[in-house]
């Protein structure tokens, strides 16, 4: 076992263990020259000592550290630990080191969130084809394309990492001295089978991580890694639409064609698959009606016959912020004379009842919004008006979820805010909703603090949010939660979902009505 604090060729001081698999470890190392973090790759001592496998090492070792590429983790250098007499800190064991990329995996977020927002896949799918189809040029294929293997970096964007590794680890098959290689959840067909493996098989495990980002769960399941590895030669991969409807058969139709077990069929190079990826996220993010986070970096990258699907606000951002500044002057101006009224809008649900000393509170049309400050986009957006419309059969839902608490990397739940501009004492909220069973909290504010990014860890009332000013366990359809706001006047009101219903993957509310 490599000691830690070991300076590999005098140079990479092993800092701290941050991953180990079959063929090596991984080390968080700190470069004593050029004083930076590098991640370093040891491979270890029993594959070391074949003289091929070594070999093969070196020469894949400098083809992948050519590669250049935005979305491709840097390979920084390479060498070889000589050997010292026995002693098990890295005796003969060949290294790469790379770029140190702080984030996580895109394995971690998936089980974190659950499924991606659909326009948030679809970017990140753009920027690992890219990656492949950057390799790929230069005759390199990865052979283990998988989301262990990605990299999110704090800023938002995808990098591949392992280029090349598995290649030179592996002569053919999935098997060297017994011991499985990579993750066959996302293996080609042809790979299963020990046949020639070219870069339509990374196209073919890059379609399965975009299903494991649509759907939150990869295709198969089986008893062993080999079990799995048939599935993908026996079986078609599972309707991406079965799992999440409100996939376009667009979307849907790209997975199947990046997955399909007929090579004549399946996207013969990354470029084609680009096309049509860029193609989609214009379309998605049109329909979707914002972006944000790593979705507007590709969108800004996007050729201009995508582009021109966008519509001129997402297409010129600057142009449209300052038409909106001029337009938020107007209505600024004719808001003066309402200044002491909430918006009028939908009116109230047919089966919302005043009760006594109770007023419902009209609502405009625009008032609801989704509000997911934890996680990693927007929350149903398209949907979150459907709370405010007076109509009991249509709902806005949150995404699904695998955990049930719904914890997140900087906090806890997901919600909708309601603005009741400019302000009103808000006495009651009834809640209708087809999913009972969920638990809630209410915050208020007179001026909360949106502007944040998505995932930033700073908590709600360091946001502005005051309270809670009630909160209520396994909510009822139709439950009015009394509110505690000291007759103060605030403009919005949160409600701050922090578990799902028992045994349920998501939570829906129909509608919410104020009282003052």
């Known amino acids: 076992m490599t000691v830690l604090g070991t300076l590999l060729g005098g140079r990479y001081r092993l800092d701290a263990q941050i991953g180990r698999g079959g063929m090596s470890t991984v080390y968080r190392a700190f470069d004593t020259v050029l004083e930076r973090s590098v991640a370093v790759k040891l491979m270890h001592r029993e594959i070391a000592s074949d003289s091929d496998q070594l070999e093969r090492f070196r020469r894949e070792a400098r083809s992948v550290a050519r590669l250049n590429h935005p979305h491709i983790v840097t390979v920084i250098d390479a060498g070889e630990e000589p050997s010292e007499g026995g002693d098990e800190a890295g005796v003969g064991a060949p290294y790469i080191v790379l770029e140190y990329v702080e984030g996580e995996t895109l394995k971690d977020l998936i089980r974190r969130d659950g499924p991606l927002e659909i326009t948030q896949a679809i ?291 997901v919600g909708v805010y309601l603005d009741a501009s400019p302000g009103v004492v808000a006495r009651a909220i009834e809640i209708q909703t087809p999913t009972p069973g969920f638990d809630v909290q209410i915050y208020s504010a007179r001026n909360a603090n949106l502007s944040y990014p998505y995932g930033d860890s700073t908590p709600l009332t360091s946001r502005g949010w005051h309270g809670p000013l009630a909160s209520a366990t396994s909510v009822r359809n139709g439950q009015r939660i009394k509110l505690s706001s000291a007759a103060t006047p605030y403009r919005y009101y949160l409600i701050w979902l922090t578990t799902l219903p028992p045994g349920q993957q998501s939570a829906s509310i129909s509608d919410l009505t104020l009282f003052k």
């Open 123 to 413: 970017a990140y799918a753009i920027e690992l084809a890219r990656a492949l189809g950057a390799a790929h040029e230069r005759m390199i294929v990865h052979r283990d394309v998988k989301p262990q293997n990605v990299l999110i970096g704090e800023e938002g964007g995808a990098k591949i990492t392992d280029f090349g590794i598995a290649r030179t680890l592996t002569e053919e098959g999935l098997t060297i001295a017994g011991r499985v290689l990579g993750t066959t959840d996302y293996v080609s067909p042809e790979q299963a089978l020990g046949q020639p493996v070219t870069g339509q098989s990374d196209l073919y495990s890059l379609g399965v991580v975009l299903y494991e980002m649509l759907t939150g769960q990869v295709p198969f399941r089986g008893e062993s890694p080999v079990a799995v590895a048939m599935c993908h030669v026996r079986e078609q991969v599972p309707d991406v639409q079965q799992l999440r409807p409100e996939v376009s058969a667009a979307t849907a139709s790209v997975v199947d064609r990046a997955v399909a077990k007929d090579l004549d069929y399946r996207y013969h190079d990354a470029a084609s698959m680009v096309a049509d990826l860029e193609e989609l996220l214009a379309i998605e993010a049109a329909r979707a009606g914002q972006a944000t986070g790593e979705v507007t970096s590709v969108l800004r990258t996007l050729p201009g016959k995508a582009r021109r699907r966008l519509p001129w606000r997402m297409r010129h951002p600057a142009r449209w912020a300052a038409s909106l500044a001029l337009l938020g002057a107007i209505v600024a101006i004719a808001l003066v004379a309402a200044a002491q009224q909430a918006h009028k809008g939908t009116g109230v649900a047919p089966d919302v009842h005043a009760s006594a000393g109770l007023q419902a509170v009209p609502l405009s049309q625009t008032a609801a919004h989704d509000y997911n400050p934890f996680g990693t986009g927007p929350e149903n957006h398209n949907r979150v008006q459907n709370v405010v419309d007076s109509d009991p059969n249509t709902s806005w839902s949150t995404a699904h979820y695998y955990e049930a608490t719904l914890k997140k990397a900087g906090g806890t739940g």
